[in-house]
């Protein structure tokens, strides 16, 4: 089993940067599709960002362009470094690693997730 710990979340101003990392150990991170999820009071749970085991990229729309995700398969973690952030940005911010079974892709884990909160 792969199990992931999240951290870097903190209290920025409007405009700031955030670093945050996903950790995984029990299995290479390398054979995962990592997603950044976010969720924030009484939101639903959002895709901001997805670096897949082959090496592809996305990003929602409401993150584009200030979010950027990548792999440090030596360090077994992928980041994800928030630039320019919004108070809209506010949520808890979770990793989950993902892998196909056949023509499905599942959820192997779920961080427990870290806090980022942006003052105005």
């Known amino acids: 089993q792969v199990q992931l710990v999240e951290s870097g979340g903190g209290l920025v101003q409007a405009g700031g940067s955030l670093r945050l990392s996903c950790a995984a150990s029990g299995r290479t991170v390398s054979d995962y599709a990592i997603g950044w999820y976010r969720q924030a009071p009484g939101k639903q749970r959002e895709l901001v960002a997805v670096?897949?085991?082959?090496?592809?990229?996305n990003y929602a729309d409401s993150v584009k362009g200030r979010f950027t995700i990548s792999r440090d398969n030596a360090k077994n973690t992928v980041y994800l470094q928030m630039n320019s952030l919004k108070p809209e940005d506010t949520a808890v911010y979770v990793c989950?690693?993902?892998?196909?079974?056949?023509?499905?892709?599942?959820?192997?884990?779920w961080g427990q997730g870290t806090q980022v909160t942006v003052s105005s």
């Open positions: 989950n690693a993902a892998s196909k079974s056949g023509p499905i892709t599942v959820i192997r884990a």
């Open positions: 670096s897949s085991a082959g090496g592809s990229i």
